[in-house]
């Protein structure tokens, strides 16, 4: 089955700079690949997505790339806030397949 | 759009009791919910895939009659902790995916606690 490794499981970043978290999958026909935050206590909140048609998608601060060949892909957040301050999940799934999550990664924003 | 409601957010019950928490999709049909439980941080794991109208799939190391699934209809699915016991004290989250298939949105969590 699909195995999702994330990396690194805690990162802190001064307010203003950038954050780049980054995932690798085992299964070549996982098409899907969602982004969540998750706040302490709460449901893990979708921010972006890509699929394996796409390479990059970008919004606004939030970037995700995606490269097939080598089975990785990352999240870039740009001008980062205090209120970035979360757990982020990486996933992969392909079809209606259950999502596979890393394991998170918790981003500190420094102010 | 896209929204997944939960309910209870938060039960606390003494050991040997059942408990039964409902996920429910409020603008959209799913034929797939899952659910998932997160230990404090932890990532999420899956426990089941509910699909609406036949018998739940289980992750291996879940056990199916201590964790009932059921699916009635294309908007609600329920689980139910059976006899439970402190270790199963967990959050515990559902998710839905629009008919279609695409991302996972998911309900606000039941943090079931144990005595």
């Known amino acids: 089955g699909e195995n999702v490794e994330q990396h690194p499981s805690t990162l802190s970043v001064q307010e203003g700079d950038s954050a780049v978290i980054k995932c690798t999958y085992s299964?070549?026909?996982?098409?899907?690949f969602p982004w969540y935050k998750q706040e302490l206590g709460k449901r893990p909140q979708l921010i972006i997505d890509?699929?394996?048609?796409?390479g990059e998608k970008k919004d606004q601060r939030i970037a995700v790339t995606l490269n097939k060949t080598a089975k990785h892909f990352s999240l870039h957040i740009t001008e980062t806030q205090p209120e970035d301050s979360a757990v982020y999940f990486c996933a992969a799934s392909s079809g209606n397949t259950p999502l596979v999550f890393g394991k998170g990664t918790r981003l500190s924003v420094i102010a | 759009g896209a929204v997944v409601s939960q309910h209870p957010s938060r039960v606390i019950c003494k050991s040997g009791t059942s408990v039964k928490i409902e996920c429910r999709s409020l603008d959209f049909q799913a034929t797939t919910m899952f659910w998932y439980r997160q230990f404090p941080k932890q990532s999420l794991m899956l426990m089941a895939t509910?699909?609406?109208?036949?018998?739940?799939?289980?992750e291996q190391g879940v056990e199916k009659d201590k964790f009932l699934i059921n699916h009635a209809s294309l908007t609600l699915s329920t689980l139910t902790v059976t006899s439970a016991h402190p270790e199963d004290s967990s959050f515990y989250i559902c998710?839905?995916?629009?008919?279609?298939?695409?991302?996972?949105?998911f309900g606000p969590g039941t943090r079931l606690t144990v005595l």
């Open positions: 890509i699929r394996s048609n796409v």
């Open positions: 509910s699909n609406e109208g036949s018998k739940a799939t289980y």
């Open positions: 998710s839905a995916t629009p008919m279609g298939g695409g991302a996972q949105y």
């Open positions: 299964d070549s026909a996982s098409n899907y």
